[in-house]
């Protein structure tokens, strides 16, 4: 069996913040209403978390659920837990109406890290990064592709579509050139 | 001669020289300069020549309303055309050129176009060029595309970096004077985030040049206290060298921050484009002092009074020795004064108000300088350069009473404020008759999406010109827009006192009753050359509205958009049409207030980054094997992979026949590939797809069409069932995220209590195609399951592992041969890939591209959307009535196709055709009939959709649309070729190859 590789195979730029790209991760996405009880009970299982509020995603070790959408959520894992995770949450949720997905293939994870790593994203995500709680998952746009991120220790963790990671990769290196600090 | 002082220029740094060229002409200015004040610091008053009839044109302004001083500065890939020399600064090393001459600026030769200016009145190239129709197209238009514009294209690609930047705040503040200081002090005291953009590279406007205490000290001091405390306030951002460009709906504002152009080579950006979200806007974007209308006030030497001043007291550069101030106000007094109190000479104060009152013109008086009251300048004499003015009386004609010799003349009609960010979404203006301007009408401003007012003028720009008025009116405004906000303002508002000013009067001809001859040589718009009289005859033809008069005219149509031109011009077209100027309105103000770089709204989008490029895990595998990749969609995907000196074409054959041969790999990993699961998934397919998916069986895959509401083909593709509740669909490359968010929609918004889920795994999986008699073969070499036919028939899928990645394996087949796709998580996708290739290497394995692929689905007669269909096309016309459920009570688009055109027998219909004469059917052509239509042109019957050479065959090979299908079979009709030829063809079976599809079933 061959080792999974990441998109851009773990590339790296040293601007006034690092860019790193990271993984493969581990992500499963797991459709299913909030109202449905076993929900919380599979997301514990699959990853040890409660259940995120709207906007949020509750971290645990190199675990985390992230809330994407009314009836969406975003598990990280591991990328050799997801197998053990889908059959977490296929027990749990039983009968339950849902679909789990393994995507850890399917997205590019870059780490934007720094003390003005947030001045990388707040030239190309028109997002009000300021107002945004500690624990929020922001989901938006990065230029002109989809990008979701969240805080993670000294900086941030940017989600997008692994055909793309190389397209991402050229956006956070345009953003991060040393003397183009916004302040 | 204009001269740098010996003492003076508050923004100057004396001991830091700055060597630049002009023309080549090497100069030396100060760190702090502008390039404006510079040149006119090194006696370089021409700067250039105007658009029409290249007359010499010299520096007017000092900021961003100047229309003349525009230069070509750099080289290269630093060039840059059409850069205001007021608001350029400085730097070693600038290079510079002036614009719009042959073959030099002293020396030009379009300077005919003026002894020829009688006959190139306005709207000249509407009624000159109309005849012969002809001519416009090879002889009008390359000359005046020659002679036109101003600056030169730069030849190199920009060597900067642009980026874009993104903002939210409470309250924005455009504008760093005196006001938007004030503003911005009542706004951050509120706790609100407060945003304050400056263009210039310097705060606080022009009250420390027209010398307003503030709070009882010089405003500069003030200014300096303001700034630090506002800087220590976290709430608050504050940007010089930023012009807010536009204010649109949603309190959405564009600024263009200009970093480095002052810094070039730094390795910065040279511009960033903010895109702020605002709460709330206060333009505080001050006023622009009027030009006045006389004969011969385009003459290099006539300035604005307010920019001699700036550039004296600023820069310590004087314009000429001897300065004549031409007024209809009190402000402009203050010039006269600054210039004497620099020690220059004012021999003469031209008053046009009969009688003069004021403290400043009280204080110029004991200055000891001379003020004529009533009278008007009758002409500015000079050629190049301002010899004397002129003088008579500004009630009469143009009779010359005095003449007096100066090398400058200060003017000033009033002031106008700069109403742009308040007019951009729709803030109406009202006419001020005591100060002779438009000003922002607060009580019709532009509105935000909860129907509050968005924009908010405030001090000079709200037609509080003086220094007193306009903090007192920044105060006010900023606090009413904290309290809109539900805040509360703190701390006390600084208080300015100026020197009172009388009333102004307005002039807008000088004098009011000039001849045809003086009014010819007034100048409204002096980049453009559009005159009093081109103003008064547009009215005279009937152009009675602003908007045309100025599209006529070309008035205030130049890079500065009228900010000099405007009021003047429409008071002249107010007076020409007999109506009061509000009667007449002006023009609509549009963003950006100054030009924007291209590069600026381009920002990160350029080379790599233009635009997003989607790989598939194998792409630099194909790149590393010289494949040719094609655009699809945003994806590039393998046309073909040319080996050594082969052409495209010779490649696809080659990459067909081994394929049918032996055995070939397509990367297939665009396809679409969406899971859809839940209790009703299965009755929402047979929603989505014509033909019915919730009886296939688990482990089998059924090709499916959809068509939109309408009836029409949207995509096809093969639907796997997965498990009892789920199935996999697969959809085109083009339609993977369409198709998505088809459903989504469908199950969001009609049928949001079925109980099915959707997850789009496109990404998820690489996918390769592996087609050919030795697919089987290849595949065992890899081993680790079982894909003989009857444990993975035709159809089927399995799932295991093979070379030890897990995979699911699919039979179907888009080549006609036996085929298997393999789905593999993306980040294997190369590694299985790779192990295909080598272990087929005794096979004869190789790569296949997207146009081997084409050319063999055709010779197997299968649809491509996109080819057989155009939006136009249902199911039944391409012989698919297979594929459509007689059973099913409705399906997306049934409605549709049941309607009489889409049902009706004569629609053209799918066949096959095939030359008589083997060649190729040309893309694109029509089945020709008999007779032509109703426009003369020849009757088609049908069209040809798919057309290549079969290198199967041997021979051309066609698909397309005819009129009666195969009813036709065997007919013979004729295709059009270009030029003017036809190709004929034998109507027949779409299905080139292997009819039986015994190859692909093996």
């Given at each position: 069996m061959s080792d999974p590789v990441s998109a851009l195979g773990l590339a790296r730029f040293d601007g006034f913040a690092t860019v790193q790209e990271i993984g493969p991760l581990g992500m499963i996405s797991l459709r299913a209403?909030?109202?449905?009880?076993?929900l919380a009970k599979a997301i514990k299982a699959a990853v040890g978390t409660g259940l995120p509020a709207p906007r949020r995603i509750v971290v645990a070790g190199d675990r985390a659920a992230g809330w994407m959408s009314p009836d969406e959520y975003l598990l990280v894992m591991p990328y050799a837990d997801t197998e053990a995770a889908m059959a977490a949450i296929s027990k749990t949720m039983g009968a339950e109406h849902h679909l789990a997905a393994v995507v850890s293939d399917a997205r590019a994870v870059f780490d934007v890290t720094g003390g003005k790593a947030d001045q990388v994203l707040r030239k190309l995500m028109p997002v009000d990064i300021g107002q945004m709680a500690p624990d929020e998952l922001r989901r938006s746009r990065a230029a002109q592709v989809a990008a979701a991120f969240w805080a993670i220790d000294g900086g941030y963790r940017v989600v997008c579509f692994r055909s793309v990671a190389g397209y991402m990769m050229g956006l956070l290196t345009h953003s991060a050139q040393p003397g183009s600090e916004l302040n | 001669m204009s001269t740098r002082l010996q003492k003076g220029g508050r923004?100057?740094?004396?001991?830091s020289a700055v060597e630049f060229t002009f023309n080549s002409k090497r100069m030396r200015g100060f760190q702090g300069d502008t390039l404006a004040a510079a040149l006119l610091a090194n006696?370089?008053?021409?700067?250039g020549r105007s658009f029409k009839y290249h007359r010499p044109r010299g520096i007017v302004?000092?900021?961003?309303?100047?229309?003349?001083?525009l230069i070509n500065m750099?080289?290269?890939?630093?060039f840059a055309p059409n850069q205001r020399a007021t608001t350029t600064e400085l730097f070693a090393g600038l290079t510079a050129r002036s614009q719009n001459h042959w073959p030099s600026l002293e020396m030009?030769?379009?300077?005919v176009n003026g002894l020829f200016a009688r006959f190139l009145p306005a709207g000249f190239y509407y009624k000159t060029?109309?005849?012969?129709?002809?001519a416009w197209k090879h002889v009008f238009e390359p000359f005046i595309r020659q002679s036109a514009g101003l600056g030169q294209a730069p030849t190199?690609?920009?060597?900067d970096r642009y980026e874009h930047a993104y903002a939210f705040c409470d309250i924005l503040i455009a504008g760093g004077g005196i006001a938007g200081l004030q503003a911005a002090l009542v706004a951050a005291s509120s706790g609100a985030r407060v945003m304050l953009l400056e263009?210039?590279?310097?705060?606080?406007?022009r009250a420390p040049v027209d010398g307003d205490l503030i709070n009882g000290k010089p405003a500069e001091e003030w200014i300096k206290a303001v700034l630090e405390a506002l800087g220590k306030m976290e709430n608050v951002t504050m940007r010089s060298r930023?012009?807010?460009?536009g204010s649109y709906d949603h309190g959405y504002v564009l600024a263009d921050e200009n970093i480095a152009d002052h810094t070039?080579?730094?390795?910065?950006?040279?511009h960033r484009l903010w895109r702020i979200r605002a709460g709330r806007i206060i333009a505080a974007t001050g006023a622009l002092e009027r030009p006045l209308a006389f004969a011969?006030?385009?003459?290099?030497?006539?300035?604005?009074a307010s920019a001699v001043r700036d550039y004296v007291?600023?820069?310590?550069?004087?314009?000429?020795?001897r300065t004549v101030l031409v007024t209809n106000?009190?402000?402009?007094y203050r010039t006269a004064i600054a210039l004497r109190e620099a020690?220059?000479?004012?021999p003469l104060i031209i008053d046009a108000r009969a009688e003069v009152t004021g403290d400043l013109p009280a204080k110029a008086r004991a200055m000891g300088i001379r003020i004529t009251s009533g009278?008007?300048?009758?002409k500015v004499k000079g050629?190049?350069?301002?010899s004397g003015v002129a003088i008579g009386l500004?009630?009469?004609?143009?009779?010359?009473?005095e003449e007096v010799v100066c090398d400058v003349v200060a003017m000033s009609g009033g002031w106008s404020p700069v109403v742009h960010l308040f007019s951009h979404c729709g803030g109406k203006l009202i006419w001020d008759d005591a100060q002779a301007h438009f000003r922002p009408d607060s009580a019709r401003p532009p509105t935000?999406?909860?129907?509050?007012?968005?924009v908010f003028a405030a001090g000079a720009a709200n037609g509080a010109l003086q220094g007193d008025a306009a903090l007192a009116d920044a105060g006010r405004v900023a606090s009413n827009v904290v309290g809109e906000l539900g805040l509360k303002t703190r701390g006390k508002l600084a208080k300015a006192v100026v020197c009172s000013e009388a009333a102004m009067e307005p002039v807008w001809?000088?004098?009011?009753?000039?001849n045809t001859v003086l009014r010819a040589k007034m100048w409204l718009d002096f980049q453009n050359d559009v005159k009093v009289s081109d103003v008064q005859l547009a009215a005279r033809e009937g152009y009675t509205s602003v908007e045309h008069a100025k599209r006529y005219?070309?008035?205030?149509?130049a890079t500065d958009q009228g900010k000099l031109s405007n009021i003047n011009g429409l008071a002249v077209l107010s007076g020409a049409l007999n109506e009061p100027i509000p009667a007449v309105g002006t023009t609509t103000f549009r963003p950006p207030y100054t030009p924007v770089p291209l590069g600026a709204l381009a920002?990160?989008?350029?080379?790599?980054?233009f635009q997003p490029l989607r790989r598939t895990p194998m792409h630099a595998w194909h790149e590393a094997h010289a494949a040719y990749l094609e655009p699809v969609g945003l994806w590039r995907r393998a046309y073909c992979y040319p080996r050594g000196p082969e052409t495209h074409e010779q490649a696809v054959h080659r990459e067909i026949l081994n394929t049918r041969a032996n055995v070939g790999l397509l990367d297939a990993s665009t396809l679409g590939k969406i899971v859809v699961k839940g209790p009703d998934a299965g009755r929402f397919l047979d929603m989505l797809?014509?033909?019915?998916?919730?009886?296939?069986?688990?482990?089998k895959c059924r090709y499916g069409l959809m068509c939109n509401e309408q009836g029409f083909l949207s995509d096809d593709g093969v639907v796997v069932r997965l498990s009892e509740d789920s199935w996999l669909c697969h959809t085109t490359t083009g339609g993977a995220e369409r198709i998505h968010g088809w459903m989504e929609d469908w199950l969001q918004c009609?049928?949001?209590?079925?109980q099915v889920y959707t997850a789009?795994?496109?990404?998820q999986y690489a996918q390769i195609a592996v087609a050919g008699p030795k697919a089987r073969q290849l595949l065992e070499k890899l081993g680790g399951m079982d894909v003989s036919k009857e444990s993975l028939p035709f159809m089927g899928f399995a799932e295991g592992t093979l070379a030890g990645l897990p995979v699911r394996v699919y039979r179907i087949s888009f080549s006609g041969e036996l085929s298997y796709e393999i789905a593999v998580a993306a980040s294997q996708g190369l590694a299985l890939w790779e192990k295909l290739i080598a272990a087929g290497a005794d096979l004869g394995v190789q790569p296949y591209g997207t146009e081997a692929m084409h050319v063999m689905r055709a010779e197997k007669g299968f649809i491509m959307m996109g080819d057989e269909t155009d939006?136009?096309?249902?199911p039944q016309d391409l012989n698919?009535?297979?594929?459509?459920?007689?059973?099913?009570?409705?399906?997306?688009g049934k409605r549709g196709q049941e309607r009489t055109y889409l049902a009706r027998p004569d629609r053209f219909k799918l066949a096959g055709f095939e030359t008589l004469d083997g060649s190729v059917i040309p893309d694109g052509a029509y089945i020709i009939a008999e007779g032509v239509n109703a426009n003369g042109q020849r009757n088609t019957q049908g069209r040809v959709t798919s057309t290549y050479h079969s290198p199967t065959l041997g021979r051309g090979i066609a698909m397309g649309l005819i009129v009666g299908g195969m009813d036709r079979l065997g007919d013979v009709v004729e295709f059009n070729t270009l030029p003017n030829g036809t190709v004929k063809a034998r109507v027949v079976?779409?299905?080139?190859?292997?009819k039986e599809g015994e190859m692909q079933n093996v």
């Open positions: 209403g909030p109202e449905v009880k076993a | 923004l100057i740094d004396r001991s006696d370089q008053m021409l700067v302004a000092s900021g961003a309303e100047e229309p003349n001083a750099g080289t290269g890939a630093q030009d030769i379009g300077v060029f109309i005849h012969p129709r002809a190199e690609a920009d060597g263009q210039n590279a310097h705060w606080g406007g930023c012009m807010v460009a070039p080579g730094d390795g910065r950006p040279k011969g006030n385009d003459i290099p030497g006539v300035m604005l007291v600023n820069y310590g550069v004087s314009a000429g020795d106000n009190d402000d402009a020690g220059l000479e004012v009278r008007a300048v009758v050629g190049a350069r301002v500004q009630a009469g004609e143009g009779a010359v009473l935000n999406q909860d129907g509050a007012s968005m001809v000088m004098p009011q009753g000039a005219t070309t008035l205030g149509m920002g990160e989008s350029r080379g790599e980054i797809y014509t033909n019915v998916m919730s009886n296939l069986p688990v482990g009609e049928w949001w209590d079925w789009n795994v496109t990404e939006g136009t096309v249902i698919l009535g297979w594929a459509i459920s007689k059973k099913k009570a409705d399906y997306l079976d779409p299905v080139f190859y292997d």
